[in-house]
């Protein structure tokens, strides 16, 4: 089973900083299947990123994706007030098998 | 528009059951594969189950193998989750989510709180 590792944990950043955050795969993920998604406080996950680097429908430009293999970044260029939240990165292994990181959260400096 | 509901949560004693559902609004529900991920309070996001659309392949988790059975009415566009000798570390928002393909988790209801205690 792959395990996907997220950093930082916590990122502490003000509004119109660029937010950079890392998920490491414990091995390759086949066809680069690999989603990331934002949660903010008591609401439902929603998908932003999907395929590592296309942007889910009504998605803001701001936010982008990278990587292939293990290594995977999400990069939101100029963080707006309401993108305080929790992120997590998810891959899918193929085998029918789906893996969520652990987390990273972008509070307000 | 789309939308996902889901209900059935509640509290349940250990070993107890719980039957969870999701009512699908604005999707081809029959093509679409289905799944379950749910979230232990102050936790991450973990992947319960899957289902395809005509209801024929179904996955699970390692840990809820043998306990929990997902279902689907097409003609309803209704999901199902039944959840047997359910214990404590169950406890958990259990969410409908629809995936795009197979790979990632497209459209999510809002929850439903599932509390295993006695």
């Known amino acids: 089973e792959i395990v996907l590792t997220q950093s930082p944990g916590t990122l502490s950043l003000s509004p119109g900083e660029r937010a950079t955050l890392s998920c490491r795969a414990s091995q390759s993920v086949s066809g680069n299947y690999l989603a990331w998604y934002q949660q903010r406080p008591g609401q439902a996950p929603r998908l932003l990123i999907y395929g590592a680097s296309s942007r889910a429908t009504g998605i803001p430009d701001r936010f982008s994706g990278s990587g292939s293999g293990t290594d995977f970044t999400l990069t939101i260029s100029r963080l707006e007030p309401e993108d305080f939240a929790v992120y997590y990165c998810q891959q899918y292994g193929g085998s029918r098998t789906w893996t969520f990181g652990q987390g990273t959260k972008v509070e307000i400096k | 528009e789309v939308q996902l509901l889901e209900s059935g949560g509640g509290l349940v004693q250990p070993g107890g059951s719980l039957r969870l559902s999701c009512a699908a609004s604005g999707i081809t529900f029959s093509t679409s594969v289905m799944s379950w991920v749910r979230q232990a309070p102050g936790k991450g996001l973990e992947w319960v189950s899957v289902i395809s659309g005509s209801g024929g392949s179904t996955y699970y988790t390692d840990s809820v193998k043998g306990r929990f059975t997902i279902s689907r009415d097409n003609s309803k566009n209704m999901l199902s989750l039944q959840m047997n000798s359910l214990r404590a570390e169950d406890t958990a928002i259990y969410f409908c989510?629809?995936?795009?393909?197979?790979?990632?988790?497209?459209?999510w209801g809002q929850g439903t709180m599932v509390t295993v205690s006695s």
């Open positions: 989510a629809k995936l795009a393909g197979w790979d990632a988790f497209h459209i």
